[in-house]
């Protein structure tokens, strides 16, 4: 095994420890919430509440499924894929994302049924206990979309941002469900139903931006500019490069892939060329890990060759 094939299996070690770490913490903590604040809504009759429950179940879903993804994109190469499974990940955050738009959805469309139905009247008016279920969902997943983020951001995880999004929407939508049990309980019944279609806002908000995110990562989207200099400049520098002539990157799930042209002297031999190309190479692969493959392709000087 080469220094950089054992760095590559070290940091796929390392990329799963972390996530399997991250996503046990979050089904654990979003199983506690998912039943304390559903026992909260039906026992303090808070339709806003038994919404932000069925939220906090489809949030441990939804950490099944970014596990799935972390494991089957962390296998090594294969015949049939050759260039690895990283884009796994990517699928397991659109299915994230469907989920939680279906999610919102459901809300939504109750939460509307109620306010359509027009007999506020009738509604139930929350008690206490719903108020502090919605105090301590706010804390507890604000707590987890900043533990989430940091460890996701340190991996570079799509998947897990994604997840880490899941709780900040969960967060947003226990604010919407607070204000709608305290809006209701000062006299204004129609504010519980209201709630959740500002719930439902949120979520959907975050399933897009989720979906976006991991379409871009399947396209083969280019690196940032800025991104794509640094390359260019850590090329540029190599001994024997007398400049670049190329650049292309693509985005692969949460690696990179660069191609890029360089120019040397034209009256350089095979083997020269082919070394200068190799400090090119290891440069970028050392500096840059998320790229994950290098492509150097040497042009002679004009008039050298």
């Not at 993804?69 to 955050?93: F, L, N, Q, T, W």
């Not at 908000?205 to 976006?212: G, L, N, P, Q, S």
């Not at 670049?244 to 095979?270: A, M, P, Q, S, W």
Request: aromatic content about 6%; charged content about 20%.
């Amino acid at each position: 095994m080469t220094v950089t094939d054992q760095k590559s299996t070290e940091n796929t070690q390392e990329y799963e420890k972390t996530a399997m770490r991250v996503s046990m913490v979050s089904i654990v903590a979003n199983f506690v919430l998912t039943v304390f604040k559903l026992l909260a809504g039906v026992i303090a009759h808070s339709g806003a509440m038994i919404s932000d429950a069925i939220h906090s179940a489809s949030d441990v879903f939804s950490t099944v499924v970014v596990i799935i993804g972390v494991k089957i994109s962390g296998r090594e190469s294969d015949k049939d894929h050759p260039y690895g499974h990283e884009r796994m990940e990517c699928v397991a955050a659109i299915v994230l994302a469907t989920i939680l738009a279906v999610t919102g959805l459901g809300i939504g469309y109750t939460a509307v049924c109620k306010i359509a139905g027009g007999d506020y009247a009738q509604l139930a008016v929350p008690g206490r206990l719903a108020l502090a279920a919605a105090v301590v969902s706010i804390v507890v997943k604000e707590g987890m979309y900043q533990y989430t983020r940091v460890n996701a951001r340190r991996i570079d995880s799509g998947a897990l941002m994604a997840d880490a999004w899941h709780h900040r929407s969960d967060a947003l939508s226990s604010v919407g469900a607070l204000i709608g049990i305290a809006g209701s309980r000062l006299g204004l019944p129609i504010a519980d139903p209201a709630a959740s279609v500002v719930i439902c806002f949120f979520i959907e908000k975050a399933a897009y931006e989720i979906f976006m995110d991991a379409v871009n990562k399947m396209v083969d989207k280019a690196c940032d500019e800025d991104v794509e200099a640094t390359f260019m400049q850590c090329a540029a520098v190599q001994e024997g490069v007398l400049g670049v002539d190329l650049l292309h990157t693509r985005v692969f799930g949460n690696k990179i892939y660069v191609d890029i042209e360089i120019r040397v002297d034209g009256d350089k031999t095979l083997r020269e060329s082919h070394g200068i190309a190799e400090r090119v190479h290891d440069a970028i692969e050392k500096n840059f890990p998320k790229v994950k493959h290098i492509m150097v392709h040497v042009n002679p000087e004009e008039g050298k060759d």
